[in-house]
């Protein structure tokens, strides 16, 4: 019987944090703060003395469009960061976090899978280091300080129609995206709609993210827009003078976690925006840390390419001056079938013609990296025991064909030695690094940069809203916003707007339903088609195949 990542996990025998860090990082123990033996955050103080070191390479491993059949992207991620430490490179790993919405939803654990995970698994999938908890804690306290100034006589004139920050948790929970709060009478305050997002769809967790230091994080936070006047002033976090106080809450949340792959392998886990409703990335301090200290630097962005890897690249490279020096599209054989039609059941069983069709999936999203971005790329097949010879030569003739390096990756089951083709190929990209490329100017207005993604990524004939959703991004633009990237939240299964559109769409309309200004993070949110920031639990949760043994032992997390 096949082990499940779980258990595959907890017979690691990892080795204590302070001494990997030490003998592999050359970081001592006054510049770690421990969490337990296995986890520990890596000082703020020591990170700034690195600033005079020279950056390692870069390396971004994104994905196909996901679907249900699975990519592993993180997996994969893992795998070759083990396998470029077996051939000689000095290489971290940098991820975001989990978040517990899909640990307990629909995807389970997620960190890696089989013989390619980080660890230790159980504490990184659930609570970790309560950074997630400080960003909720941070973001909730700023809600109640809006509803409470409003209680206590309202001396910035806050219209409460127009209040814009909403509660977090982290959790799915459908029945909380729209409600109402302030019931009961004077003492509970005045009663207006509310909503609750995930915690990784916050402003807050984006700005974690985003910051290079404490100043920084402050300074954003006072930048964070709450609600507006009935004149159409804007309302900050700072004018409620508790960007302090949230400071204060996300101090130690800012510096990066430090963890281990099952082979060894540094790896910093930090941050968590989902790339669905956010921009997708690990933390800017997390990356910059992990670039001083290694030859090599492997990252992940949410979702596929269309998604994570254009936010990482426009708002995140945009704002940082990073550039990965290569990239990896993570593709299985079954995802590509399930992009050319084939049913979730039917897809151990032969189907070549399905599988050449779903090929326009991946092939969509190596284009989009080489000509839109400008990064040279290979495709990285992870490799699992049903996949057949004859599937194979169907990747490896449209390879041929389009010219793109093309890898089986065997890390699910080999770890990184399964990897070491994959390792080796992507440092012969990294020799000669590609100029990165924007899909749209700092200087275009707001509509035309969603425009723009939308066409040149999505491959969408147009893009529409209604006319108070067009006049709130007209007035953005005349209030001075217009120079700042756009993060497009939509669904991650498609090109378009439609999660059942496998394939590559073409031709589609991108509507516009919502726009959210994010000026702490530094971006303008543009909501689009059905895509929700509070997600609902499906059917059967994660969470019913959860357990915990007599004995303390985590049982059925993936």
């Known amino acids: 019987m096949t082990e499940t990542d779980i258990e595959i996990a907890q017979r690691a025998r990892p080795r204590r944090i302070a001494d990997l860090a030490r003998e592999r990082l050359g970081i001592a123990d006054e510049h770690l703060v421990p969490y337990g033996h296995y986890k520990a955050k890596i000082s703020l103080p020591f990170i700034d003395s690195l600033a005079g070191r020279p950056d390692g390479k870069l390396i971004l491993v994104t994905a196909i469009s996901p679907t249900p059949a699975g990519e592993g992207k993180t997996t994969t991620v893992v795998g070759l960061g083990d396998a470029l430490n077996r051939i000689g490179q000095k290489t971290i790993i940098a991820l975001r976090e989990p978040s517990l919405g899909p640990v307990f939803g629909m995807k389970g654990g997620a960190a890696g899978g089989g013989h390619a995970q980080v660890v230790p698994m159980e504490d990184i999938n659930l609570h970790f280091t309560g950074d997630f908890n400080a960003v909720a804690l941070a973001n909730n306290l700023l809600a109640a300080t809006i509803d409470n100034h409003v209680h206590h006589g309202n001396a910035l004139g806050i219209d409460v129609r127009r209040i814009t920050w909403k509660r977090v948790m982290d959790m799915n929970d459908r029945a909380l995206r729209d409600i109402t709060v302030g019931l009961g009478g004077p003492a509970n305050g005045y009663p207006r709609q509310d909503g609750f997002d995930i915690v990784v769809a916050s402003e807050v967790m984006a700005i974690l993210c985003l910051a290079t230091s404490l100043r920084d994080l402050k300074a954003r936070l006072g930048q964070i827009v709450v609600a507006s006047?009935?004149?159409?002033?804007?309302?900050?976090?700072?004018?409620?003078?508790?960007?302090?106080?949230?400071?204060?809450?996300?101090?130690?949340?800012?510096?990066?976690?430090?963890?281990?792959?099952?082979?060894?392998?540094?790896?910093?886990?930090?941050?968590?925006?989902?790339?669905?409703?956010?921009?997708?990335?690990?933390?800017?301090?997390?990356?910059?840390?992990?670039?001083?200290?290694?030859?090599?630097?492997?990252?992940?962005?949410?979702?596929?390419?269309?998604?994570?890897?254009?936010?990482?690249?426009?708002?995140?490279?945009?704002?940082?001056?990073?550039?990965?020096?290569?990239?990896?599209?993570?593709?299985?054989?079954?995802?590509?079938?399930?992009?050319?039609?084939?049913?979730?059941?039917?897809?151990?069983?032969?189907?070549?013609?399905?599988?050449?069709?779903?090929?326009?999936?991946?092939?969509?999203?190596?284009?989009?990296?080489?000509?839109?971005?400008?990064?040279?790329?290979?495709?990285?097949?992870?490799?699992?025991?049903?996949?057949?010879?004859?599937?194979?030569?169907?990747?490896?003739?449209?390879?041929?064909?389009?010219?793109?390096?093309?890898?089986?990756?065997?890390?699910?089951?080999?770890?990184?030695?399964?990897?070491?083709?994959?390792?080796?190929?992507?440092?012969?990209?990294?020799?000669?690094?590609?100029?990165?490329?924007?899909?749209?100017?700092?200087?275009?207005?707001?509509?035309?940069?969603?425009?723009?993604?939308?066409?040149?990524?999505?491959?969408?004939?147009?893009?529409?809203?209604?006319?108070?959703?067009?006049?709130?991004?007209?007035?953005?633009?005349?209030?001075?916003?217009?120079?700042?990237?756009?993060?497009?939240?939509?669904?991650?299964?498609?090109?378009?707007?439609?999660?059942?559109?496998?394939?590559?769409?073409?031709?589609?309309?991108?509507?516009?339903?919502?726009?959210?200004?994010?000026?702490?993070?530094?971006?303008?949110?543009?909501?689009?088609?059905?895509?929700?920031?509070?997600?609902?639990?499906?059917?059967?949760?994660?969470?019913?195949?959860?357990?915990?043994?007599?004995?303390?032992?985590?049982?059925?997390?993936?």
């Not at 890390?411 to 390792?423: C, F, P, Q, R, S």
Request: aromatic residues 6%; neutral net charge; glycine residues 8%.
């Open 229 to 558: 006047t009935r004149d159409h002033r804007l309302v900050r976090a700072s004018d409620l003078k508790v960007h302090g106080a949230m400071a204060v809450l996300l101090k130690d949340a800012l510096a990066p976690n430090l963890v281990q792959t099952l082979e060894g392998t540094p790896a910093i886990l930090h941050g968590g925006p989902f790339a669905n409703i956010a921009h997708g990335c690990n933390s800017v301090l997390a990356t910059r840390t992990a670039l001083k200290l290694a030859d090599c630097v492997v990252t992940e962005a949410g979702f596929g390419a269309d998604l994570g890897a254009e936010k990482f690249i426009d708002i995140k490279c945009r704002a940082t001056g990073l550039a990965p020096a290569a990239a990896v599209v993570v593709a299985t054989v079954r995802a590509l079938k399930f992009h050319g039609g084939v049913e979730l059941q039917h897809l151990n069983e032969p189907n070549l013609p399905a599988l050449r069709q779903g090929l326009a999936n991946l092939d969509r999203h190596v284009d989009n990296l080489q000509r839109v971005f400008g990064l040279r790329c290979v495709v990285a097949v992870n490799h699992r025991a049903d996949d057949r010879a004859d599937e194979f030569a169907v990747l490896r003739d449209w390879a041929t064909e389009r010219q793109v390096p093309l890898v089986s990756a065997r890390h699910w089951a080999e770890g990184g030695a399964g990897a070491e083709d994959l390792a080796h190929e992507v440092l012969r990209l990294c020799e000669a690094p590609a100029p990165l490329r924007f899909a749209y100017d700092d200087a275009d207005p707001l509509w035309e940069k969603l425009r723009q993604v939308a066409t040149r990524v999505y491959r969408a004939a147009d893009v529409s809203a209604s006319p108070a959703v067009r006049a709130q991004i007209d007035r953005l633009q005349r209030e001075g916003f217009g120079h700042l990237p756009v993060c497009i939240a939509k669904t991650p299964y498609s090109f378009s707007t439609d999660p059942a559109a496998r394939g590559a769409a073409t031709g589609h309309v991108v509507h516009v339903r919502e726009v959210r200004l994010a000026a702490g993070a530094g971006f303008v949110v543009m909501v689009c088609g059905d895509i929700m920031t509070m997600p609902g639990l499906p059917t059967r949760p994660a969470a019913e195949s959860i357990d915990l043994t007599d004995d303390g032992r985590v049982t059925g997390l993936f």
